[in-house]
């Protein structure tokens, strides 16, 4: 019995791999011809981090060129806090790593491949469903060689939030909608820079900047569709805000030549109400889109890789169809940490992020530490870090080849 994935992201791949490691042919196809993409999410949390230590890959990870970040801090007019402390968590994983979202994924595509039952196709675009008597038995896809059909007992979707096989398969998601798109760009970091990672808010203003150690990476918040209007008033109006809030970098902003360099990114929340068909799965975005807010979609969308695995490894590997019901596990055990999450991300959208760009937000009186607050701080701090209902690699490996 074997199993296709659509879609080479966080939940794609890290599923191919646990799967290719129980011993279950499985084929993974994505529509780029690599990985490389900037301005991905970059941000592999406690949660991650565990996961990839339990598959025996955390050495490999962590040999990658990469920045710990402890905690997450919040600058306003006012002055400077700190929102969580992750310190606290049990080691050695109490930090998050800022790695390049294509080194992530490369490292656990390059792990699968040693497990003969994986493959993987790039520049592979899965179009749809091969569907009989009601039972979706593979994809179709196309690459640069024409159309083809890869035929499995389980078809997944991990296709992202433009999910194409999630609405071959009829399925549209619930949309809880987002006031915000986000700007992304670089500035190049000097020596003499500060050496933190945090979220900048003014009235009227939110940035996140982020220490790459040669470089800052930005981001901007726009209010939803909001990027036309502010390319009519020229680069000046997206230098002039960078320049007031983070004043280091007003020495450089002429850096940002035009818009060309910047990458907007449309915010979406939202998830599915039902996750499956006989024979086929949604994960990840193509389950329920986050918004950046924490930084842990791609935690998430590696939590439903592993709980996917741990609930159809055994029956894919043992060659019995699998019930619909089984399938129905899967979104059951991982549709209340989504709940969650979500529920979270559109608080923080709704009394933070609307009120500040409509400069309707007076900065928050915060302590100076919240992280310190005995329950608040461990509350956040797990929530931040491990997430809504931590899953762990709950199966064997089956020895690779070699
Ligand atoms: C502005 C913004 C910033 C974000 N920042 C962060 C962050 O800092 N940290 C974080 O954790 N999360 C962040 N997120 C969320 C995060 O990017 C996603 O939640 C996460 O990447 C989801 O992983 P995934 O594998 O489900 O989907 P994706 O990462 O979207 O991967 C889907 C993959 O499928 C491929 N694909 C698409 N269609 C097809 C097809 N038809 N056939 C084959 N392949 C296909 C795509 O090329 C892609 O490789 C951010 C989101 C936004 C919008």
């Not at 406690?46 to 919040?74: C, N, Q, W």
Request: aromatic residues 6%; glycine residues 8%.
């Amino acid at each position: 019995m074997s199993c296709v994935i659509a879609g080479g992201g966080p939940a794609g791949a890290v599923l191919a791999l646990l799967l290719a490691r129980s011993g279950v042919e499985v084929t993974l196809l994505e529509k780029h011809a690599d990985f490389l993409r900037d301005f991905r999410g970059d941000t592999i949390h406690p949660s991650t981090l565990r996961v990839l230590d339990e598959l025996g890959l955390a050495d490999d990870f962590l040999k990658i060129p990469h920045r710990k970040v402890y905690g997450l801090d919040m600058v306003t007019d006012e002055g400077h806090a700190r929102m969580a402390s992750l310190r606290e968590l049990p080691g050695p994983y109490n930090y998050i790593a800022f790695v390049p979202q294509w080194d992530f994924l490369n490292l656990v595509t390059t792990a699968a491949a040693r497990y003969p039952s994986f493959t993987l196709i790039m520049n592979a675009k899965a179009h749809g469903l091969i569907e009989e008597d009601g039972v979706v038995r593979g994809v179709r896809y196309t690459d640069p060689s024409g159309e083809h059909e890869v035929r499995a007992s389980l078809t997944v979707a991990a296709d992202g939030r433009g999910s194409d096989l999630r609405r071959a398969a009829g399925f549209t998601p619930r949309e809880f909608g987002a006031p915000m798109d986000v700007l992304w760009f670089r500035l190049p970091r000097e020596e003499t820079d500060p050496d933190e990672t945090f979220l900048r808010l003014s009235s009227g203003h939110l940035m996140v900047s982020i220490d790459r150690d040669t470089y800052w990476q930005l981001a901007y918040v726009i209010p939803k569709g909001g990027f036309d209007r502010l390319r009519e008033q020229g680069i000046d109006a997206l230098r002039q805000p960078v320049a007031t809030l983070l004043p280091h970098l007003r020495d450089r902003v002429s850096a940002i030549s035009s818009y060309d360099e910047v990458s907007m990114l449309t915010v979406a929340l939202n998830r599915l109400e039902r996750w499956h068909r006989p024979g086929f799965l949604c994960i990840g975005d193509a389950a329920h889109a986050m918004s950046p807010i924490f930084g842990v979609g791609i935690n998430l969308a590696v939590q439903d890789a592993v709980a996917t695995a741990n609930l159809l490894a055994g029956s894919l590997r043992s060659g019995a169809p699998i019930p619909d019901a089984t399938l129905h596990r899967v979104q059951e055990r991982r549709m209340w940490p989504t709940k969650v999450t979500q529920f979270a991300q559109r608080t923080v959208q709704d009394r933070v992020i609307s009120p500040a760009l409509a400069r309707r937000l007076t900065p928050p009186r915060v302590p100076a530490n919240l992280s310190r607050l005995p329950v608040v701080g461990a509350i956040v701090r797990r929530f931040i870090g491990l997430g809504v209902r931590p899953e762990h690699v709950a199966i064997q490996e089956v020895q690779p080849a070699g």
